[in-house]
């Protein structure tokens, strides 16, 4: 089977294209014919030797989506349509950036879809942390206003859409002016230029502040995002575009205004629900949400899709097929 490896960390370069044989699965595990995957930022600073406690070589990739090819027990019949996520895939085992994937069950869950598989390859782990960053971490409610901080990320564009289909009000940010209408189209309210200092300009409208913020550029921006809600209001850290995982100096009663509550979201530590999983696919084929699938790329142009994830210049999810 092909199977994109990584020998070393570093650039998108280091990546090497591989025959290997077709792993086996051992008890609790399940043989996955991988159909497609989403490329992830954490995947990118594995890459680039910034997450703790991997070793190389390393078959990355955090999430996918496919067909059961083996199940030692004979619970799930091949050609199932399965998606997988996190539980370490891709860090500490070989994950899902190759032709097939052995994965632990408990990390593995099916569903039915009649979506092309370049489409179902981009939401599993968008998914997943969009649904618990608004839901289970900043429990969103009809009528509060939220800002979006990275609305063009994958997330963001996606964490829009469940907003407003919520009835809330969407502020989102970009550093870029050109991408602007690019986030009004995806049904923002409002469109801020982020320049590292929001905190006045929500201010200077909402004089007490918003409800809520979903935090995804992470700890550069962490302390303004902070200071952007009223009292009460709450902020979730879920990404770390900036590529940083610490707050140099970080002292609690001077970061964290009073009253406003913090708070992270992080899909490896919450395994999603496979009915909710089911129920998102529904809506996506119904037409209700519109998945931003930036570009699609075969295995063999892992590194050209790594390069594309490092320019920033994608609006919306990358995809690989195998």
Request: charged fraction near 20%; aromatic fraction near 6%; charge should be neutral.
């Amino acid at each position: 089977m092909k199977a994109a490896v990584l020998y070393q960390p570093g650039g998108p370069e280091n990546f090497i294209m591989e025959e290997r044989t077709r792993p086996v699965p051992a008890s609790g595990q399940l043989l996955i014919k991988v159909k497609a995957f989403g490329l992830n930022r954490s995947e990118l600073m594995t890459r680039k030797g910034l997450s703790p406690g991997v070793n190389f070589p390393r078959v990355l990739g955090i999430e996918c989506v496919g067909e059961v090819e083996f199940d030692p027990l004979g619970e799930l019949t091949k050609g199932q349509q399965v998606a997988a996520l996190m539980g370490e895939m891709g860090r500490k085992y070989d994950g899902s950036y190759a032709a097939y994937a052995v994965l632990p069950r408990s990390i593995v869950f099916p569903f039915k879809s009649k979506l092309p598989w370049e489409q179902l390859g981009a939401i599993p782990e968008m998914f997943q942390t969009t649904y618990g960053s608004l839901h289970r971490a900043l429990h969103i409610k009809t009528g509060e206003t939220i800002l979006i901080r990275g609305g063009t990320s994958s997330i963001g564009m996606l964490a829009t859409q469940l907003a407003k289909n919520a009835g809330l009000t969407v502020i989102a940010t970009t550093r870029n002016a050109v991408k602007e209408n690019i986030l009004l189209q995806n049904g923002v309210d409002k469109v801020l230029i982020d320049d590292g200092a929001l905190a006045s300009k929500i201010k200077s409208t909402f004089k007490d502040g918003i409800d809520k913020v979903l935090e995804l550029i992470g700890t550069t921006t962490l302390k303004d995002s902070l200071r952007c809600v009223k009292p009460g209001g709450t902020v979730c850290m879920t990404g770390m575009l900036s590529e940083q995982w610490v707050v140099p100096e970080f002292i609690p009663m001077d970061f964290i205004p009073a009253t406003v509550n913090l708070t992270v979201y992080d899909s490896g530590q919450i395994q999603p629900e496979a009915t909710h999983f089911q129920e998102f696919i529904h809506e996506v084929e119904a037409g209700k949400i519109r998945l931003n699938v930036s570009r699609v790329f075969p295995l063999d142009q892992i590194k050209e899709a790594h390069q594309l994830m490092d320019s920033n210049s994608a609006s919306g999810k990358i995809v690989v097929v195998p």
